[in-house]
């Protein structure tokens, strides 16, 4: 079945560690998307591609980022992370603009 | 600047019960808006959405929600909960250009008993 895998499904870091989040999609969406959602709070978007273009929220930190080495990958970087970081992340892909967005499982973070 | 609130973070209904979970919104232009299930410890899955088609949307699992311009609203509906419907419920809006960047509520978790 067509779907968007994310890998792994938890993760525990130390922190200030540097961390990579993967997610990967079968379904040949153009539009990648990273959000971070923390304990019973809302997802949040941190960026997206549409391709090769990143699209960097406003408010996003630099700690993130992102990398998109071809259509079927998408990474999550997070260079120092500190314990306000723990979060669940979420990896959506969509066919094109104002297409329904699809949701990977999420990675659950943990920093210690 | 598009906004989504969610009343009530959590809602109980007995087994059987009419579901009523309330979205309203906020946009300068009518938006597209979704309504999104999460299971504990999975991501999101996709209930329904209206992009200003018909106003009476229908989605999986017996749920369906009405557009309501003139109140701003996007209440989701099922006229009989199961024990399944048992989750986390989001309700989400996007602008209807560009980007589908979806802003999200805060959520509202629905409790079943039997």
């Known amino acids: 079945d067509a779907m968007v895998i994310q890998n792994p499904r938890y993760q525990v870091t130390q922190f200030g560690k540097p961390v990579t989040l993967s997610c990967s999609q079968t379904?040949?969406?153009?539009?990648m998307y990273w959000y971070q959602q923390k304990s019973s709070q809302a997802p949040k978007l941190l960026f997206h591609?549409?391709?090769?273009?990143?699209?960097n929220e406003a408010d996003t930190p630099d700690n993130f980022q992102s990398r998109r080495p071809n259509t079927s990958f998408c990474f999550l970087d997070i260079r120092s992370p500190g314990l306000g970081d723990a979060a669940m992340y979420l990896c959506a892909t969509s066919k094109d603009r104002q297409e329904t967005q699809y949701f990977g499982p999420g990675t659950r973070l943990l920093v210690l | 600047a598009q906004s989504v609130t969610q009343l009530g973070s959590h809602v109980s209904v007995s087994e059987g019960a009419l579901v009523l979970l309330r979205c309203n919104y906020s946009s300068s232009v009518p938006p597209y808006l979704f309504w999104y299930v999460q299971y504990p410890n999975q991501g999101l899955q996709l209930l329904l959405k209206?992009?200003?088609?018909?106003?009476l949307v229908k989605g999986i699992n017996g749920f369906e929600a009405e557009f309501k311009k003139s109140e701003t609203s996007f209440h989701l509906t099922k006229p009989s909960a199961h024990m399944s419907d048992a989750a986390e419920y989001f309700c989400a809006v996007s602008p209807p250009w560009g980007y589908s960047t979806l802003t999200f509520g805060k959520g509202t978790m629905l409790l079943v008993s039997p």
């Open positions: 379904l040949n969406h153009n539009v």
């Open positions: 209206y992009t200003s088609a018909a106003t």
């Open positions: 591609y549409y391709d090769k273009d990143f699209n």
